[in-house]
């Protein structure tokens, strides 16, 4: 039996009559009848929400181009809306978590959790609401996982944004889904280009084709939503050293790099190159990410 959401605490009912039902919402097709939501309900009327999907099994470049993306977009001040699934959306919601920025996590289950899917992302939906976000679901707040529940899930991601990216995803993914979602909804797609060999880029490579918008970064979408973001001033020009800037502009290009790459890299002497990243890392700018291997703090 279900467990009504006016009996479970910290639940609260939105119907779709109820003036706290966000609008973007209300007006797509077949919109959910009702809402059943954990943590901070007004985020439903913010108009920053950004959509942020992909692989459940994400490579080392998708995870990289994630986190990248999703933290300049939640510093500009976006609202990252995502499914709460493993790989890619776990991901971006993390990512807008320690941005200090707000995400909302849409459920392909009900809420509480002793259902709530995945269950080893019940700690990360704790922490969403703890920071201020949003858990939600059309479902009442007991009803367990089911297959359907996911296509369904990804229209509401869509309907809450204005625009949707999709990072790295198969040809067979949801991610895809979400992205025809959010063409039906008159909504914007961004897709990340990916290498033509990887399975896991077929898919936003084969929206590129289809007419989605490519991006190289953050910054395509904040340009597109000028109205709503603001370009904070890049790290690199906030330092001022010339070796630093060059080393920032490479572990942000490139990712994690060991310190003797690096050096050939930038035709740098150990020495400067020492002094330059102990002064990186006394700023917080980079951090080790293993021994001599230096990447960028977010």
Same mark, same amino acid.
């Given at each position: 039996m279900l467990v009504s959401s006016m009996r479970t605490p910290g639940v609260t009912h939105i119907a779709i009559t109820d003036a706290r039902y966000p609008e973007r919402l209300r007006h797509i097709s077949n919109p959910p009848r009702s809402l059943y939501c954990r943590g901070n309900t007004s985020l439903l009327a913010s108009d920053a929400c950004i959509g942020v999907v992909g692989s459940r099994i994400p490579t080392a470049y998708g995870k990289?181009? #994630?986190?990248?993306?999703? #933290?300049? @977009?939640?510093?500009?001040?976006?609202? !990252?809306?995502?499914?709460?699934?493993?790989?890619?959306?776990?991901?971006?919601?993390?990512?807008?978590?320690?941005?200090?920025?707000?995400?909302?996590?849409?459920? /392909?289950? /009900?809420?509480?959790?002793?259902? $709530?899917?995945?269950?080893s992302h019940c700690s990360l939906a704790r922490e969403i609401?703890?920071?201020?976000?949003?858990?939600?679901?059309?479902?009442?707040?007991?009803?367990?996982? +089911? =297959?359907?529940?996911?296509?369904?899930?990804? +229209?509401?991601?869509?309907? $809450?944004? +204005?625009?949707? !990216?999709? #990072?790295?995803?198969?040809?067979?993914?949801?991610a895809l889904i979400t992205a025809r979602c959010a063409v039906e909804q008159d909504r914007d797609v961004f897709a990340v280009p990916g290498s033509i060999l990887s399975p896991r880029s077929a898919g936003p490579n084969r929206l590129i084709r289809d007419g989605a918008t490519p991006i190289m970064g953050a910054e395509d979408v904040i340009h597109a939503y000028s109205d709503i973001f603001s370009l904070q001033p890049s790290r690199q020009a906030r330092i001022k050293d010339k070796l630093q800037q060059r080393i920032v502009a490479e572990l942000a290009t490139h990712g994690p790099q060991h310190i =003797?790459? $690096?050096?050939?890299?930038? #035709?740098?002497?150990?020495? =400067?190159?020492?002094?330059?990243?102990?002064? $990186?890392? @006394?700023?917080?700018?980079? !951090?080790?990410?293993a021994p001599d291997t230096w990447r960028i703090i977010s």
């Open positions: 990289d181009v #994630t986190h990248t993306i999703t #933290t300049a @977009l939640a510093h500009a001040g976006a609202v !990252i809306v995502s499914g709460l699934a493993l790989g890619i959306d776990g991901i971006a919601h993390r990512a807008a978590l320690l941005a200090h920025a707000h995400t909302i996590a849409v459920v /392909g289950s /009900g809420i509480h959790e002793s259902v $709530l899917y995945p269950q609401v703890a920071a201020d976000g949003l858990i939600l679901s059309e479902y009442e707040p007991t009803t367990p996982a +089911r =297959d359907y529940m996911f296509p369904d899930r990804n +229209r509401i991601i869509s309907g $809450l944004s +204005r625009g949707v !990216i999709v #990072t790295e995803a198969n040809e067979k993914s949801g =003797d790459h $690096l050096a050939r890299t930038l #035709t740098a002497s150990p020495s =400067d190159l020492f002094v330059a990243l102990t002064h $990186l890392a @006394l700023a917080k700018h980079i !951090i080790q990410s």
